[in-house]
């Protein structure tokens, strides 16, 4: 969740910017500004969705590890986050606890 809150304070400092660049009375640099700025913060934004998602799955490693290890009766909160993330980002059919701590294991 952390990094929605990040996501959420670099938008509505965006916002806060962008107000100020229609200040602009030239409509040649208002127009440059809006397409050099809303382009980068779309990019911006598609990479920081894509890079959330492999980058959580190695922070849970250890906790991957340990719920292997203990038969699944060791369930640390990076793995329940990532065991969340995985049945909220992905479609039918999912692996099993198990299936997706071996994977975490394995891949990462």
Aim: charged content about 15%; glycine content about 6%.
């Amino acid at each position: 969740m952390e990094s929605w809150k990040i996501l959420t304070a670099a938008f509505l400092v965006f916002i806060n910017a962008d107000a100020m660049a229609w200040e602009v009375e030239n409509p040649v640099e208002r127009t440059l500004t809006v397409t050099t700025i809303v382009p980068t913060m779309i990019l911006g934004g598609t990479t920081a969705f894509t890079v959330q998602g492999p980058s959580m799955m190695k922070k849970t490693k250890d906790d991957a590890l340990a719920f292997i290890g203990s038969d699944g009766e060791i369930r640390g909160a990076q793995f329940k986050q990532a065991s969340q993330y995985y049945r909220s980002t992905y479609n039918a059919p999912l692996m099993s606890d198990m299936q997706l701590a071996q994977t975490i294991a394995a891949s990462f």
